[in-house]
């Protein structure tokens, strides 16, 4: 399979714990993103990297909330002392990134958090 | 800043018939447009996208999209709805920009759509 891979699918932790979700892209995409969604609404970007690099947060990204793609490869999306208003389907999508495209995103199954 | 609107929260049509769920955006320059599908605790999955050119977009499993540059819409249609095709769908609308730029991705709040047998 080389669409874009997320893990844990679920993640259930105490309100004040830290969590770590992992997304890797499809292989050949230069930029990767990390979404947010809540129950009836539509993705709310919170960051994007262009290879290593991370060019783009969301100002719903709070200072509790950290993402890395060391290497341009992989990424990791770490949220810190979690709260209750955390919980939610965390997205990954991965785009090409290529000149002249239109530069489609590819979403990942998701990672859905709830934080008790 | 651009935006997305999906007037309807929910759409029902018969299996059988023929089904349209609308999309109307905002953006300072040239769109592209997309159309995605969710599934229950899955994550989006692209069906077609708008970049130049025919109107008419043909994408995945049978659906289509008009643009109508006039009205600013991209509604996506079916010509006959399938129970398998109820689902949430997205429309999204990215501002063309300086070619190879990154320009943000806006994501409407989505519309349910309910095939019914």
């Known amino acids: 399979d080389t669409g874009v891979s997320q893990n844990p699918r679920h993640k259930i932790t105490k309100r004040g714990q830290n969590v770590t979700f992992r997304c890797d892209p499809i292989?050949?995409?230069?930029?990767l993103y990390w979404y947010r969604q809540t129950l009836g609404q539509g993705p709310e970007f919170l960051t994007y990297?262009?290879?290593?690099?991370?060019?783009?947060k969301s100002r719903l990204l709070s200072d509790r909330f950290s993402a890395e793609r060391p290497k341009g490869s992989f990424s990791t999306l770490e949220i810190q002392r979690t709260e209750q208003g955390d919980s939610a389907m965390y997205l990954c999508a991965s785009s090409p990134g290529l000149a002249g495209d239109s530069d489609t995103q590819y979403f990942g199954p998701g990672t859905r958090l709830t934080v008790l | 800043a651009q935006s997305v609107a999906q007037p309807e929260d929910q759409v029902n049509v018969a299996e059988g018939n023929p089904l349209t769920v609308k999309c109307t955006y905002s953006?300072?320059?040239?769109?592209?447009l997309f159309w995605y599908v969710q599934y229950p605790n899955r994550g989006l999955q692209f069906l077609l996208k708008?970049?130049?050119?025919?109107?008419l977009v043909k994408g995945s499993y049978g659906f289509e999209a008009e643009f109508n540059k006039s009205q600013t819409s991209f509604h996506l249609k079916k010509p006959s709805a399938l129970v398998s095709d109820s689902a949430l769908y997205f429309c999204?609308?990215?501002?063309?920009?300086?070619?190879?730029?990154?320009?943000?991705?806006?994501f409407g709040t989505g519309t349910k759509l309910q095939v019914i047998p």
């Open positions: 708008y970049i130049t050119g025919d109107n």
């Open positions: 292989s050949e995409h230069n930029r």
């Open positions: 953006v300072s320059g040239n769109p592209y």
């Open positions: 999204a609308v990215r501002d063309r920009g300086p070619s190879g730029g990154y320009q943000k991705v806006t």
């Open positions: 990297f262009q290879n290593e690099a991370q060019l783009e």
